[in-house]
């Protein structure tokens, strides 16, 4: 900073978005300089990036964020600037003008980056200063495919192995040793500070790495430092403050949330129904959640003229994409081989369905996708200002709002663990953190009773 003052560069692409990136390049550099932060560039960004996520921040976010920094970067090896004002960059997240009340039409949603494979968006395929990491990185691919796990988490086990890799400086992957992982995991925890959640992700990402890619014993880990664990109570919103924030919804996103609230969902299960999700006779939702693990839900009765009112304005929209010769809806590769015309038929449709088509660089095909969480963030947090609530409301805290009012409904917590998708039920125990005891009862035996 000098005088007031902040210099970067910003090409023309970015400058409507300056305001933003001044705000996350201020956040990285205070940062680097609260933390001590060295390394190369890309150890820098990966920690500050892992740092947003701990705190919270959505992956639209911290994709902005590190677009700002590496932007940042090239400005100190090219030396051209502009200078743009301290005072022109907002500490608020600046929020693009929507339209106002709940009977307001959205803006166009814009088309998701293109893609002709369902696993092509993960960072694995970036490349290397070693072609031999890039080989073991391709087979880390190979392995999560053939598995059928999500892009998610490819994605993830991707950006920790890379980081991994950078953090030994490429050291060849064949003289890799359990000490490289325990020096990993304790830089992690005692110079990044990282969470406990975080440090085991990083955990289980290497242990399959070496495992499935390297295909060798991952050794004991014993006198590793670990993060410190804290005790995580969500934040859990009111019917009064639910009723509120979608007074302030415009459709869709006020049907999202309802269902995201009377269904428990989370976010991407709720954008990734499709039409043979919902048996409007048997009035049950069937929900593909975590792991490809299926459930069964009962559809909210109070919204089941909206689902309806929703389910032809998918048909219409699905019926003007075959008039104009449009290729259908994305679906994963295995399916979409399988069934070559599954992708323009009904029951395949998303729910939930962006206006605009995506265009397909590979083939030009046409293609429509999903409504994009981030504008759901967008307006949802727009709706949370409007309704004053002084909460940080994200779209997970419906889902931890439903299961709080079952439980506060007297269901029984194995119940709510069934309803949720938890494998474990240390996972749903959380809740009863969030639900103050409300009858104390007198001790007995149970032979008395």
């Not at 696993?119 to 059928?148: C, F």
């Not at 295995?334 to 962006?354: G, R, T």
């Not at 119940?415 to 749903?428: A, M, N, R």
């Amino acid at each position: 900073t000098q005088d007031g003052c902040v210099t970067l560069i910003l090409c023309p692409r970015y400058r409507a978005r300056y305001t933003d990136y001044l705000k996350w390049l201020r956040y990285f550099l205070d940062f680097c300089e609260k933390y001590h932060v060295a390394g190369s560039e890309s150890e820098r960004i990966d920690l500050f990036l892992n740092k947003l996520q701990q705190k919270g921040q959505s992956e639209q976010k911290r994709q902005q964020a590190s677009q700002a920094v590496s932007l940042y970067f090239v400005m100190l090896k090219g030396g051209a600037s502009v200078t743009l004002p301290v005072s022109s960059a907002p500490c608020a997240q600046p929020m693009a003008r929507q339209p106002d009340g709940p009977g307001s039409m959205p803006p166009d949603t814009p088309p998701v980056p293109p893609r002709h494979s369902f696993y092509n968006v993960a960072g694995y395929q970036e490349t290397s200063d070693s072609p031999e990491w890039d080989e073991v990185m391709a087979k880390l691919a190979a392995e999560i495919k053939v598995r059928h796990y999500s892009r998610k988490t490819l994605q993830t086990y991707a950006k920790w192995s890379r980081q991994f890799q950078r953090f030994l400086k490429s050291k060849p992957p064949a003289e890799l040793t359990t000490a490289d992982v325990k020096d990993y995991l304790t830089w992690l925890a005692v110079k990044c500070q990282v969470a406990a959640s975080t440090q085991n992700q990083a955990f289980n990402s290497l242990l399959f790495l070496f495992r499935h890619a390297l295909q060798r014993d991952f050794g004991e880990l014993r006198d590793v430092p670990r993060a410190k664990k804290s005790l995580y109570v969500p934040v859990v919103l009111s019917r009064a403050e639910i009723d509120a924030i979608l007074a302030h919804l415009y459709h869709p996103y006020g049907l999202i949330v309802k269902l995201l609230f009377g269904c428990g969902l989370r976010l991407f299960e709720c954008l990734q129904l499709r039409v043979r999700d919902f048996n409007f006779d048997a009035g049950i939702l069937t929900v593909h959640g975590k792991g490809k693990k299926d459930r069964t839900l009962p559809l909210p009765e109070s919204i089941l003229d909206d689902l309806h009112r929703q389910m032809q304005r998918v048909k219409e929209l699905h019926e003007k994409g075959l008039e104009q010769g449009y290729d259908g809806v994305f679906l994963d590769d295995a399916m979409e081989k399988k069934y070559p015309k599954a992708p323009k038929e009904l029951l395949h449709q998303w729910f939930f369905p962006q206006k605009d088509l995506t265009p397909v660089a590979e083939n030009g095909q046409l293609r429509r996708a999903h409504v994009h969480e981030s504008l759901l963030q967008k307006a949802l947090y727009l709706a949370v200002r409007k309704a004053n609530i002084p909460k940080r409301v994200t779209a997970h805290t419906f889902r931890h709002s439903y299961a709080t009012h079952l439980l506060q409904a007297n269901y029984d917590i194995r119940t709510i663990q069934t309803k949720l998708g938890h494998s474990s039920l240390k996972t749903t125990m959380i809740y009863t953190h969030c639900v103050p005891v409300r009858t104390v009862k007198e001790a007995r035996s149970p032979l008395d009773f």
